[in-house]
């Protein structure tokens, strides 16, 4: 069975700067999708970022890019200019061949002013 | 489009009643999935419809839960009756082709039971 661990329980760092979150995921499959999902305080789940396994090519959106190494099975999240809106509880998911999501335990990432 | 719409947004009940939680899904989609959040257990799936039928209420606690998809844009999850233990985040989720372009969530019903 396929599971996505996420070995950062909480992460804080200072406005403006660079953070990096870990994910790591086991599964057997070669084609899959990753999905970075952010919680913020409000509770509304939001899309993140979102990566084919069949693409090299790491995705990119806006200050928000991952780092996917397929064969160590490994797809960290890297958040730019980090905003105080960037606060959050992040996700990250893998999706099954049954189209269902498994879901890391998340990691709450403080911005700090 | 107006994305996922959940109602209501807070639920408190008293142990013993019945709870009807309703989603309105994004046009289009074909999936439907409806989850439960805690901190005890984080996500939850509980059951997920394609094209209105169920498909795998595995996730399904006990018979006291129910859910149903009438049509394409409408779908319940029932609780009855009612436990302290259900209080908990439900979320409803919605997705075209399976989700490989990601799921769209409503935001949340918040259940407490009392």
């Known amino acids: 069975a396929q599971t996505v661990t996420q070995s950062q329980p909480e992460m804080s760092v200072q406005e403006a700067e660079t953070v990096t979150l870990s994910c790591t995921y086991d599964?057997?499959?070669?084609?899959?999708?990753l999905f970075w999902y952010k919680q913020p305080p409000s509770r509304q789940m939001i899309l993140v970022i979102r990566?084919?396994?069949?693409k090299q090519q790491n995705a990119t959106e806006n200050r928000f890019s991952v780092n996917f190494q397929k064969a160590a099975k490994s797809f960290s999240l890297k958040i730019s200019d980090s905003q105080l809106g960037d606060t959050a509880m992040y996700f990250c998911?893998?999706?099954?061949?049954?189209?269902?999501?498994?879901w890391g335990a998340g990691t709450k990432l403080i911005i700090k002013p | 489009d107006a994305g996922v719409i959940q109602s209501p947004r807070h639920e408190v009940t008293e142990m013993g009643q019945e709870v009807t939680l309703r989603c309105k899904p994004i046009?289009?989609?074909?999936?439907l999935f409806w989850y439960r959040q805690t901190m005890m257990r984080g996500l939850e799936l509980l059951i997920y419809?394609?094209?209105?039928?169920?498909?795998?209420d595995s996730g399904m606690p006990e018979d006291r839960f129910s859910a149903k998809m009438p049509n394409a844009s409408f779908s319940t999850l029932k609780i009855q009756p009612s436990e302290p233990r259900d209080s908990a985040v439900y979320f409803c989720?919605?997705?075209?082709?399976?989700?490989?372009?990601?799921?769209?969530f409503g935001s949340g019903t918040r259940l407490t039971v009392v």
């Open positions: 046009s289009g989609h074909d999936y």
């Open positions: 998911a893998y999706l099954d061949s049954n189209y269902q999501l498994i």
């Open positions: 989720a919605s997705s075209f082709r399976g989700g490989d372009y990601g799921y769209t």
């Open positions: 419809f394609n094209n209105n039928v169920p498909i795998d």
């Open positions: 990566q084919e396994a069949y």
């Open positions: 599964t057997s499959e070669n084609n899959y999708y």
